[in-house]
């Protein structure tokens, strides 16, 4: 049932989590008394969990994820960040809309909406584990009963990043969406406090919106440099 539903909300969780998100914004009594001290643990749980995703795309990313949103996986990835962790992007996830509860000092998105996130994910998890089980049969057994699904385990730690080489450029290639998302709802975050003037918001989203742009644009080169040399092959 859980793996059902798992694979159902894995297909539509784009949409879904577009009305999760804007819970954030549903005015009920503040957590913390400080909004200072609300944005500063916000703020440290959300670079958090985007240093996670930073690291895990920038080392070893997988897709998991078909051409019509279903669980897919090419190959079993074991090793360097994943020898720590099964799902390091959820984790990176889950610390980043963790941190926004608290930045935004809404009891209601971290009390209520936070937990519908861990069901969710715990659902895909389960999803994905059945869906490699019957992939990978008893190597992906193995991997599962050796390494946490979330909380990551330091026993590799010493060994989980040899031989390996952060890729900044794939980094920022593949995380810039995300990237302009989390800057914007920090700056619309502050702006709806009034944390931040009119102005700083204004010039902060129209830097971040330049910076989204730029990046797309190379992307699209890098895209298009790549189809040109495949054709002249």
């Known amino acids: 049932m859980i793996s059902k539903f798992g694979n159902w909300i894995f297909h539509y969780r784009n949409y879904l989590f577009i009305f999760l998100y804007a819970g954030v914004f549903v005015p009920l009594p503040e ?17 958090s969990g985007m240093a996670v995703r930073g690291i895990t795309i920038g080392l070893e990313y997988i897709e998991r994820g078909g051409l019509i949103r279903k669980i897919n996986a090419n190959n079993l990835v074991t090793g360097g960040i994943y020898s720590t962790c099964r799902n390091p992007m959820y984790l990176g ?3 980043i809309l963790f941190g926004f509860g608290i930045y935004a000092n809404s009891s209601f998105f971290t009390l ?10 715990y659902s895909i998890i389960k999803a994905e584990e059945q869906f490699l089980t019957k992939r990978f049969g008893q190597k992906y ?43 914007s709802g920090m700056l619309v975050i502050a702006f709806f ?11 902060g989203l129209i830097f971040v919106t330049i910076m989204f742009l730029v990046i797309k644009f190379i992307k699209h080169q ?11 092959v």
Not at 150 to 171: E, I, V
């Open 31 to 47: 957590m913390i008394n400080s909004s200072v001290t609300a944005n500063v643990t916000g703020l440290l749980f959300i670079f």
């Open 93 to 95: 996830n889950l610390l």
């Open 112 to 121: 209520v909406i936070f937990p519908v996130f861990v069901f969710i994910y």
């Open 141 to 183: 057994i193995d991997y599962k009963q050796k390494v946490n699904a979330l909380l990551p385990s330091f026993r590799h730690r010493k060994t989980a990043f040899d031989h390996q080489k952060f890729n900044w450029g794939k980094m920022i290639l593949k995380e810039y969406n995300s990237l302009y998302l989390y800057f």
């Open 193 to 203: 406090q009034e944390t931040i003037s009119t102005s700083l918001f204004v010039s």
């Open 222 to 232: 890098k895209r298009a440099k790549q189809k040109t040399n495949v054709s002249k």
